[in-house]
C-alpha cells in the first residue's frame, strides 16, 4: 500500500478505537444474514496449513530481517525463487527487476487465475517493535510485504499439495517496486502478460482491522488522490498568503469527521468507519493535513494532498480552487497549480467480489467476511494496473490483535501484526482459489 496519508495522533486513542471497532464488527455479525456452521474437522487445506506454519513464520521473520528497498529486492527474490523452486513449481525471474512468477498447473486444463503478492519494505529509521529487528539499516517491513510474501507461498505449497484436484493455472505474481508504485508497470512493460494469462487476478493488503477477518468491495477501494502544488511570487505577504492558501485548502473539504479522530482512525469506526453501511466515507473530498511549504527561487511552493471519491468530485474541488485563488486579493502573486496523480486505484470486479465474499462465507463463517461500504481517503495500490488487464478483487487482510497492543497500521513507526493473519491468509485464500478452479 502506498501514498498512505500520516497522522497518527494518540496511540491510545487508536487502540480504544479498535477495540470499539472490533466489539462493531462482532455485532455486526450477529445482526448479519446469514450465520454458517464453520465444519469443527479441518479440511485439507487447513491441516497442511498447519503443517508449513512455522515455516511461514519464520521466512516472513527472515524477510522482516532483511527488507529491501523498492528495486533492490534481490535476497527477497532469491527465497522466492527457491521456495517456488521446491515446490516444483516452473519459475521465472528478473521480470520487470526483482520480480518473479511461479506458474502451478494442475491436473487438468481449466480457469487461469494469477495471485499477486509485493516484495518490497519502506525507508524507516524508527526501531522495529518486534524482536527480529530490520538488520538492514533505515529499512523496514513496515507495510506487511513480508507477510503477503509468505502467504503467497504458503498458498503455493498448499496447493501443489492438493494439485490433483485442480483443474487449471495458478500464476504467483511476486511484484518488486510496489512503494514507489513503478513495480506493476515494470512488470508489465517487461512481457509479464506474455508469460501468463490469467482470466482472473487476486492480491491482498493487511490492515489494522483485527486478525481473522477479510473485507472487500465491488469497484474503488480507495479514493482518487491527488497532490496539488500551488505557486506564489514571494514577496512581504509571503506568510500571509501562505495562511491564505491554507485556508482556501481546507474549505475544500466536504467530510465531518469527529474531532480527535484522524483518517486513519476513522477507518475503523463501527458506526461511521468503512465497514459501516451508515460510512461517512461516501462522496467526500478530503484535505489532508500537514503542508509542505518551501522556498524556491523568489517562488513560494504550497503543497497539499486532497483525495475524493471519485474523478468528478476531483475535478470540481480544483476548479473551485482555482477560481478562488485568481478572485482573491493574492491573485497577482498567485502563478498556478500543478497537480501529481498520487498513485493508483484498485478497481474491483463486482460479480469476482460476489464470488469470493459467498466463498470465504461459507467456508469460514459470516463473520470471516465483511463488505467495504465506503472508499478510504489515503492509500492505494499499482495492484490496480494488473486490473486494467484482467479482471480481480483486491481484499484487506485483518492483522491486528489489540488485546496485545498489535496494531498493523501500515507506515506506521510500530507497525506489527499478528502473524495468525499469515494462517488466515493461506486457509482462505487457498480455498477460494480452489473454489474458482474446481468447476471447470
Ligand atoms: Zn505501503
Ligand atoms: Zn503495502
Redesign the pocket.
Known amino acids: 500500500?502506498?501514498g498512505q496519508i500520516k497522522g497518527y495522533r494518540l496511540f491510545q486513542i487508536f487502540i480504544l478505537l479498535c477495540v470499539i471497532q472490533f466489539c462493531g464488527l462482532n455485532s455486526l455479525a450477529q445482526n448479519g444474514k446469514i450465520e454458517i456452521e464453520v465444519p469443527s474437522k479441518p479440511t485439507a487445506v487447513e491441516s497442511r496449513t498447519e503443517e508449513i506454519f512455522e515455516r511461514l513464520v519464520a521466512l516472513r521473520r527472515d524477510l522482516h530481517r532483511h527488507p529491501e528497498l523498492g528495486g533492490k529486492e534481490k535476497r527477497t527474490a532469491a527465497k522466492i525463487g527457491e521456495y517456488l523452486t521446491s515446490l516444483g513449481l516452473e519459475v521465472k525471474t528478473g521480470i520487470g527487476g526483482q520480480g518473479v512468477v511461479g506458474i502451478l498447473r494442475g491436473a487438468k486444463n481449466g480457469r487461469k487465475i494469477a495471485w499477486r503478492a509485493?516484495m518490497d519494505a519502506l525507508a524507516s529509521d524508527s526501531p522495529d517493535v518486534v524482536a527480529f529487528q530490520s538488520t538492514n539499516p533505515g529499512v523496514r517491513h513496515i507495510?506487511?510485504?513480508d507477510v503477503h510474501v509468505a502467504i503467497a507461498l504458503g498458498i503455493a505449497d498448499v496447493l501443489v499439495s492438493l494439485k490433483n484436484q485442480i483443474n487449471g493455472t495458478i500464476y504467483f505474481v511476486f511484484q518488486p517496486s510496489?512503494?514507489n508504485v513503478r513495480g506493476a508497470k515494470a512488470m508489465i512493460d517487461d512481457g509479464l502478460f506474455e508469460m501468463i494469462d490469467p482470466e482472473e487476478f487476486y492480491a491482498l493488503?493487511v490492515t489494522p482491522y483485527p486478525e481473522g477477518i477479510v473485507v472487500s468491495k465491488a469497484g474503488y477501494m480507495f479514493a482518487d488522490y491527488d497532490e496539488i502544488e500551488l505557486t506564489f511570487e514571494s514577496g512581504k505577504d509571503s506568510l500571509k498568503i501562505v495562511e491564505f492558501a491554507k485556508q482556501v485548502i481546507e474549505g475544500l473539504e466536504t467530510i465531518e469527521k469527529p474531532e480527535i479522530f484522524d483518517d486513519a482512525m476513522n477507518f475503523g469506526d463501527p458506526e461511521v468507519g468503512l465497514v459501516s453501511p451508515n460510512t461517512i466515507y461516501r462522496d467526500y473530498v478530503s484535505v489532508h493535513s500537514g503542508y509542505y511549504i518551501r522556498e524556491r527561487g523568489g517562488k513560494t511552493l504550497i503543497s497539499a494532498n486532497i483525495g475524493t471519491t471519485d474523478k468528478n468530485l476531483l475535478n470540481e474541488a480544483k476548479n473551485k480552487l482555482e477560481e478562488k485563488l485568481n478572485s482573491s486579493e493574492f491573485n497577482k502573486n498567485f502563478e498556478g497549480i500543478e497537480y501529481f496523480d498520487v498513485t493508483y486505484h484498485p478497481n474491483n470486479d463486482p460479480k469476482l467480489v460476489k464470488t469470493a465474499s459467498r466463498s470465504i462465507q461459507e467456508h469460514f463463517g459470516s463473520d470471516t467476511y465483511y463488505e467495504q461500504y465506503g472508499i478510504a481517503s489515503g492509500g492505494g495500490?499499482d495492484f490496480a494496473l494488473f486490473q486494467e488487464k484482467v479482471s480481480g478483487v483486491y481484499f484487506f487482510l485483518g492483522a491486528s490483535d489489540f488485546d496485545k497492543e498489535v496494531i498493523a497500521e501500515?507506515h506506521s513507526a510500530n507497525f506489527a501484526v499478528d502473524e495468525n493473519c499469515i494462517r488466515t491468509g493461506v486457509n482462505i485464500f487457498s480455498i477460494l482459489l480452489l473454489d474458482r478452479l474446481k468447476f471447470n
Open positions: 500500500m502506498n509485493d507495510c506487511g510485504h510496489e512503494e493488503h495500490d501500515t
